[in-house]
């Protein structure tokens, strides 16, 4: 298993929590981190393409305006020290507006610390 972090921003606050309950849902194993005032949801899944097919499903209910995003991060084994990001919805830009009053080390440091993280010994 490897661990995936998701950063969103859904401004409309249902489709929001419909979001994180089918994440939830989709990743029992899971672990919510709340810095800055913004949200990683990190989970332990098996490859990539099983990952990004559950969250294009997810999406399909969801009110998302041009300024929302989902960005999923994770690490490559060929590449174990580079964190990499996938837009799943929005753009890089409006990640990186959102995450502008986060400084650079903080964001950093809680990426690598939750793609870390170890779910074998989480209680489920």
Do not use: W
């Amino acid at each position: 298993m490897k661990s995936y972090v998701i950063i969103y921003n859904i401004s409309d606050q249902g489709s929001e929590q419909l979001f994180l309950e089918d994440l939830k849902r989709k990743f029992p194993r899971n672990k919510i981190q709340q810095e800055n005032n913004k949200r990683y949801f990190c989970f332990a899944e098996r490859e990539l393409p099983g990952v990004q097919d559950a969250l294009q499903e997810s999406m399909d209910n969801l009110n998302l305006d041009e300024d929302d995003y989902i960005a999923l991060y994770y690490i490559r084994e060929e590449e174990p020290d580079s964190i990499n990001r996938l837009m799943v919805f929005g753009t890089s830009q409006n990640i990186e507006n959102d995450l502008n009053h986060i400084p650079r080390k903080t964001h950093d440091m809680t990426l690598a610390e939750l793609l870390e993280f170890d779910f074998i010994f989480q209680k489920h």
